[in-house]
T-cell receptor, first 112, second 115 residues
Framework: AQTVTQSQPEMSVQEAETVTLSCTYDTSESDYYLFWYKQPPSRQMILVIR??????QNATENRFSVNFQKAAKSFSLKISDSQLGDAAMYFC?????????FGAGTRLTVKP | KAGVTQTPRYLIKTRGQQVTLSCSPI?????VSWYQQTPGQGLQFLFEYFSETQRNKGNFPGRFSGRQFSNSRSEMNVSTLELGDSALYLC???WGQGAMDTEAFFGQGTRLTVV
């Protein structure tokens, strides 16, 4: 079964600085997608960024970028120029042929 | 276009009762997945429905069931409620198949409290 591991329960970053959230996964599938979702206090899960496993190029969305290492099964999220509105729970997710699996989440605090 | 709609937003039930939660997916989406989110267990997959058929099922007891209608709307039912069923229940919709099925869109969830 596919598993997703986020080893950092909590992270903190100073406003305008950069922070990296870690995620590793385990799978035997060759074709899959990886996601980072953000869950603010409102509880609405919001897609931050998506990576197709067959693409070698790392995905970027404005201040958000990933470091996808397929051989190492690693998928980290880098947030540049952190803003107060980035404070939230961040979930790494894996979707292969079956259901989407989530990591335990990392709570990100942004200090002004 | 409208997002994923879950009703009700909040619910308080007594142990032993049953509850039905509803999820209306984004128009055109045929897959609906349900997740239970608790502080201790995180996000756990309950089941997925696609074209009125259960396609995947998580590791939950038979008290948890669901169904999907021809318009892709889905309901989730929990019978004989236990205190441990208190959680945020999230619904996610997606195309369900093909090259466009690359992400899930979530509703705002139903907060269930069992007393």
């Amino acid at each position: 079964a596919q598993t997703v591991t986020q080893s950092q329960p909590e992270m903190s970053v100073q406003e305008a600085e950069t922070v990296t959230l870690s995620c590793t996964y385990d799978t035997s599938e060759s074709d899959y997608y990886l996601f980072w979702y953000k869950q603010p206090p409102s509880r609405q899960m919001i897609l931050v960024i998506r990576q197709e496993a067959y693409k070698q190029q790392n995905a970027t969305e404005n201040r958000f970028s990933v470091n996808f290492q397929k051989a190492a099964k690693s998928f980290s999220l880098k947030i540049s120029d952190s803003q107060l509105g980035d404070a939230a729970m961040y979930f790494c997710a894996y979707k292969g042929y079956n259901d989407m699996r989530f990591g335990a989440g990392t709570r990100l605090t942004v200090k002004p | 276009k409208a997002g994923v709609t879950q009703t009700p937003r909040y619910l308080i039930k007594t142990r032993g009762q049953q509850v039905t939660l509803s999820c209306s997916p984004i128009s055109g989406h045929r897959s609906v997945s349900w997740y239970q989110q608790t502080p201790g267990q995180g996000l756990q997959f309950l089941f997925e429905y696609f074209s009125e058929t259960q396609r995947n099922k998580g590791n939950f007891p038979g008290r948890f069931s669901g169904r999907q209608f021809s318009n892709s709307r889905s309901e989730m039912n929990v019978s004989t409620l236990e205190l441990g069923d208190s959680a945020l229940y999230l619904c996610a919709s997606s195309w369900g198949q093909g090259a466009m099925d690359t992400e899930a869109f979530f509703g705002q969830g139903t907060r269930l409290t069992v007393v």
